[in-house]
């Protein structure tokens, strides 16, 4: 319990430090908000329009005084205006936010469901020309942009199979799961691969430690079968380094897959976030990150609670 009062206590202190800073380097960025927003029309805006929306925007102000502004409306959930969008931060954030979810958890669960298996089958052969092939594959699949995965991936499906993948307007799994799926699949599985690979090479690695313990040994001289000793035994304490790496992984994920969303034109939040660094959207930028941050602590903070679950001897008080 200590240790969990003492890590979100630090949470405002991390978010505060995260605010400074994006605050700080999205305006060193060249250009300002309005020019982006009005292209070459912002050349025709005369200095009282240009004052006006600056001043709606909330730019008008010196550096401090824009921050203030900004840092105190984060308690009443005022993340300030899009310059995009013309709406609330927060609005546009959780509008993209479940599709980022979405394809954040159908990725790990296509990355742990190839990778956990596949590290399993080659620390059990290890050595063994399956066990090379295994390696080999997982290497591959870590030095191959996800880009490429994905590039290759739809040119397989429209040279092999006549078809491309489902673009265009986004459906919400709740309105149609069918479609849904056809949308997200396809990213999912060019995000899952690049990290199965490094699941793989992680729970090979945790698997041949654990096999050569104690424990395992008893079992096995016990009359244990070899499934019950492997799946029973050795793997509950081998997923710990893969809990740990697909937590940071997920914590990634949820920050946007910015390439992967623009490949297949998902309005994600990683796009979202590149559309509003183009535009100087500050306010966008700066609450997005902000949004981010706060849930890769979240998801950081959870895997430090799944430890104990996974193995008991972890006391989180003692850390």
Excluded at 98 to 115: D, K, N, Q, V, Y
Excluded at 123 to 148: C, H, K, W, Y
Excluded at 159 to 183: E, H, I, S, Y
Aim: net charge neutral; proline share 6%.
């Amino acid at each position: 319990m200590n240790y969990l009062i003492r890590r979100l206590a630090a949470f405002p202190l991390v978010l505060i430090g995260v605010s400074i800073v994006v605050f700080i380097a999205i305006r060193l960025v060249p250009g300002d908000a309005i020019t982006a927003m009005l292209g070459t029309e912002a050349g025709l805006l005369t200095p009282q329009q240009r004052s006006s929306l600056a001043a709606y925007f909330g730019i008008d102000q010196p550096w401090p005084v824009q921050y203030w502004r900004w840092f105190t409306g984060l308690f009443s959930g005022d993340l300030g205006i899009s310059v995009t969008y013309g709406k609330p931060v927060l609005a546009v954030i959780l509008e993209r936010f479940p599709l980022t979810l979405e394809l954040a958890l159908l990725s790990m669960l296509i990355a742990l469901a190839i990778g956990v298996p596949a590290g399993v089958f080659a620390a059990t052969r290890n050595e063994r020309p399956a066990d090379l092939g295994v390696r080999v594959a997982a290497m591959i699949g870590q030095s191959t942009p996800s880009f490429v995965v994905g590039l290759v991936l739809i040119y397989i499906l429209s040279a092999g199979f006549g078809v491309l993948p489902t673009m265009g307007a986004f459906t919400p799994l709740w309105q149609d799961p069918l479609q849904n799926l056809g949308q997200m699949i396809l990213p999912a599985v060019t995000l899952g691969c690049a990290f199965a690979a490094s699941v793989t090479r992680v729970s090979r690695s945790a698997m041949l430690d654990v096999l050569s313990d104690d424990y395992v040994r008893t079992a096995r001289a016990k009359g244990a079968p070899e499934r019950s000793v492997i799946w029973r035994h050795a793997l509950p304490n081998a997923l710990v380094p893969v809990v740990t790496l697909s937590g940071i992984e997920f914590g990634y994920l949820l920050g946007g897959a910015v390439i992967v969303e623009q490949i297949y034109a998902l309005p994600g939040l990683g796009r979202m976030v590149l559309e509003a660094i183009l535009q100087r959207d500050y306010a966008l930028v700066q609450g997005s990150v902000l949004f981010i941050a706060l849930n890769f602590m979240i998801v950081n903070l959870l895997v430090d609670l799944a430890y104990v679950a996974l193995d008991p001897r972890i006391r989180l008080e003692g850390r």
